[in-house]
């Protein structure tokens, strides 16, 4: 399963000695880490950095904010935006916070087969006043577990996908020096130096928590950019549901659908498709504001979903591709893993 929220992560603290950490060095280290990362596929382009600078006295007072900037093959040679962004953040003088995170995509395997998250892992690198470098490497995905977070075992997809993990967490220790403190338990799981706690052992922090809070968590982070409304669908059901992808040219944004019985639709957010799912969620989900203040049923509201005209920023309906899931259960399971 893919989250929105990271199923673990590991920091790493490194003192500096001399001059201080220098923009460009806490960039070259980011991009390390980046390199490390795309040596196992665990990082596939195009990922993309945000970079800020903050007064350390006063993090209200911000320096330098630049977000999206694309990591090309040779990020940090002259003339990329990143390398520019870079320079512009080393000309800044004072008791400064310079933080630098890259949010890369990423390939996990089942049965052989590749899967493009497109949030797998994120890299953070926080340099305090030039003197301390923290640098934190978050997962957005249970591959690596012997259990996914809906309680079920995947000892094969644990088998493929651990050790690449491991392999890229020992190479990045050999890199900074040392080897990394692991995140705390979560509501997911328990991270180790090596990869993640064998959740078999003693059982999961909680029962099904990705059913438990991602539910949740992306219905908020859905329902944040649009306004408040009373007259909509119900959006839980216990009936069957059909629904219809919804594509921007070769990539699945998310599911509109409907249920059998019509008492209830909604839009489930294909999580590995990352930011771009949820964008075109809170319009698909106007859309069906619309629907119903015409007074469409569920299914009639489905079908005028399919003739709206395309709209390259929010994808469309796959018109021939109606199909049925036995559940809300089983399209949201469809929507966060794949």
Known sequence: MI???????????IASSGDGVTAAGAAETAVSLWGILAKHELAVPASKADLSIRSVNDMRNVHLDMSGLPLEADPLRPGTAFSEAVEQAGSLEGDL????????????????????AEQLFAIQV???????????????????LTMDTREREQAAVHAE???RLAAALMEV????????????PNRHATPTETGFEDPRIEGPAYSDSWGTFEIAARSRRLRSGLPPAEDEYPETTDSPVRYFAIQRETQTLGYVWASVNNDAAGYEPRTAAGDAAFKAGTQWLLLLREAHKQGL???????WLAQVPPRPEIGSVDEGALDEAPSLD?????SGKY
């Open 3 to 13: 989250t929105t929220d990271p199923i673990g992560d590991w920091t790493w603290e």
């Open 97 to 116: 916070l310079m933080s630098l995170r890259i949010r890369c995509p990423g390939i996990w395997l089942e049965s052989g087969v590749k899967h493009r």
């Open 126 to 144: 926080d340099v305090w006043k030039r003197s301390l470098t923290v640098v934190t490497l978050e997962t957005y995905s249970d591959a690596w």
């Open 161 to 163: 996908n651990a050790p």
């Open 330 to 334: 089983d399209l949201e399971d469809l």
């Open 297 to 303: 049923a569920p299914l009639k509201a489905l079908e």
């Open 173 to 184: 220790s050999v890199l900074l020096g040392s080897a990394p403190e692991p995140g705390d």
